[in-house]
């Protein structure tokens, strides 16, 4: 058995001479990423200890969890932004992930009193206020009405909320980690609605959460009866108690402090409730001293995540460049990336699904020759909307704010690979 295997790594390692790759048309060309094949390599001469041993049985991993080797790729969180850890945010990994799937356990979390763990068959939904039929639902009442299946990003407002006054976080996991991306099953919250019946003068619905905070916030009512979900799975499971289980709201493209987690009630009623969460927090301070308020719909936004502060370049010649791309008002059309700080533009290449309010995700397959860049993108989204650079967003908005920053983001790549935050001035 095990002289078998040597001789076929024999003659795989023959089969892989320089010549027969140029002979099988593999040519190591400039700009190929392959490994130099004419020095012998032991991990491909030698058996390997994971060749000889028996690797673990299916009764060692009943629910399983990524490689050992992957321990780095993390939520994490900047300790001195916030004075609890219970009403925090940590961030989304976004420069270790590819494709569009933000995977479960790497959703960034928002809290506001900490992670309430509810057991779901003590769990509640209520709907009271401006309503024919007053209704309190159990979550298998709710598993029975007609689900449906929806990805979409959820993104908070202060999302690159440090970077109003320039560039300050190291890392596209800080500057644009409050964003995530998954796979909802759940109920159209209009199911429940015609079911309690809105009087005529319901205008405004007030989401609550069953959490330490019971965060709470005014969602007009069109909204509620378009595309808003009473959502219990993520990714085709149950919903991670970090992200409202057993019931979460899912308010598509909006910001994310209106996806009330733990939902345990919803009021109808006549005019908004001028809830903390809409009055001192997630209003948008202008440079006038007005501030704007209702700001619900998320902008498009793109950034690069590789090259970026946390995912330096390693080799000259071919490289992927790649990035995230989304729009609350729609689908991404286009996305533009230059390479050098926004004098030349060049399409980027969407590769995946384009799905309404969902991240799209972008790549440009180039050379690098070791020559410094400034790495930016832009997002173009089906209203013809684009993305803003930073100057521009000031312009009309000061500095004030914390919220809604959907400007241009640029990264310094030097010629020793590393890149940083900056800002063109
Ligand atoms: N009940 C409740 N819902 C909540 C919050 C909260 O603290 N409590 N935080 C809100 C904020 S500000 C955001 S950005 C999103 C974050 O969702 P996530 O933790 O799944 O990323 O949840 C929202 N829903
Ligand atoms: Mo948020």
Same mark, same amino acid.
């Given at each position: 058995m095990r002289d078998k295997s *040597?001789?076929?790594?024999? =003659? #795989?390692?023959? /089969? $892989?001479?320089? +010549?027969?790759?140029? @002979?099988?048309?593999?040519?190591?060309?400039?700009?190929?990423?392959?490994?130099?094949?004419?020095?012998?390599?032991?991990?491909?001469?030698?058996?390997?200890?994971?060749?000889?041993?028996?690797?673990?049985?299916?009764d060692k991993r009943p629910y399983g969890s990524p490689s050992?080797?992957?321990?780095?790729?993390?939520?994490?969180?900047?300790?001195?932004?916030?004075?609890?850890?219970?009403?925090?945010?940590?961030?989304?990994?976004?420069?270790?992930?590819?494709?569009?799937i933000t995977p479960s356990g790497l959703c960034f979390e928002r809290h506001h009193g900490g992670v309430a763990e509810i057991d779901p068959a003590k769990h509640r939904l209520m709907i009271n206020g401006l309503v024919e039929k007053p209704?309190?639902?159990?979550?298998?009442?709710?598993? *029975?009405?007609?689900?449906? =299946? #929806?990805?979409? /990003? $959820?993104?908070? +407002?202060?999302?690159? @909320?440090?970077?109003?006054?320039?560039?300050?976080?190291?890392?596209?996991?800080?500057?644009?980690?409050?964003v995530h991306n998954v796979m909802y099953t759940g109920v159209p919250l209009k199911v429940v609605l015609d079911e309690a019946g809105l009087r005529p003068n319901a205008k405004w619905l007030m989401l609550e959460g069953g959490d330490a905070?019971?965060?709470?916030?005014?969602?007009?009512?069109?909204?509620?009866?378009?595309?808003?979900?009473?959502?219990?799975?993520?990714?085709?499971?149950?919903?991670?108690?970090?992200?409202?289980?057993?019931?979460?709201?899912?308010?598509?493209?909006?910001?994310g402090n209106l996806w009330v987690k733990w939902l345990r009630r919803i009021e109808v009623g006549d005019q908004p409730w001028q809830t903390r969460e809409e009055t001192s927090k997630y209003t948008d301070l202008l440079a006038d001293g007005r501030s704007r308020k209702h700001t619900f719909i998320m902008d498009a936004k793109s950034v690069v995540t590789s090259?970026?502060?946390?995912?330096?370049?390693?080799?000259?010649?071919?490289?992927?460049?790649?990035?995230?791309?989304?729009?609350?008002?729609?689908?991404?059309?286009?996305?533009?990336?230059?390479?050098?700080?926004?004098r030349n533009w060049q399409t980027a290449r969407i590769d995946g699904p384009v799905l309404d309010k969902s991240l799209t995700r972008f790549y440009v397959d180039f050379d690098w020759n070791g020559e410094e860049l400034m790495v930016q993108s832009r997002a173009i989204d089906s209203t013809g909307y684009v993305q803003p650079t930073k100057d521009e967003l000031r312009k009309v908005r000061g500095v004030n704010s914390i919220y809604h920053n959907n400007g241009i983001q640029t990264w310094l790549v030097h010629r020793n690979g590393d890149s940083e935050n900056v800002e063109l001035g």
């Open positions: *040597r001789a076929d790594l024999v =003659n #795989r390692r023959r /089969f $892989l001479s320089a +010549a027969s790759l140029a @002979g099988a048309g593999i040519a190591m060309t400039r700009g190929a990423s392959a490994t130099d094949t004419t020095k012998p390599d032991p991990l491909i001469t030698e058996v390997q200890d994971w060749q000889r041993y028996l690797g673990d049985g299916v050992k080797f992957e321990k780095n790729v993390i939520r994490r969180d900047v300790s001195w932004l916030t004075a609890s850890a219970e009403s925090s945010v940590n961030f989304t990994p976004l420069h270790e992930l590819d494709g569009i209704l309190v639902f159990t979550m298998d009442d709710i598993k *029975r009405m007609p689900r449906t =299946n #929806r990805i979409y /990003f $959820l993104e908070c +407002a202060a999302n690159s @909320g440090m970077e109003w006054r320039g560039a300050q976080l190291n890392g596209c996991q800080f500057t644009h980690g409050m905070s019971g965060m709470n916030r005014s969602l007009p009512v069109e909204k509620g009866l378009s595309d808003v979900l009473l959502a219990f799975a993520m990714n085709g499971e149950a919903l991670r108690p970090e992200q409202g289980y057993p019931l979460r709201a899912v308010i598509p493209g909006w910001e090259p970026s502060p946390q995912a330096p370049l390693k080799y000259k010649g071919r490289n992927v460049l790649s990035g995230f791309a989304w729009s609350g008002r729609g689908t991404i059309q286009r996305v533009d990336v230059s390479l050098d700080g926004g």
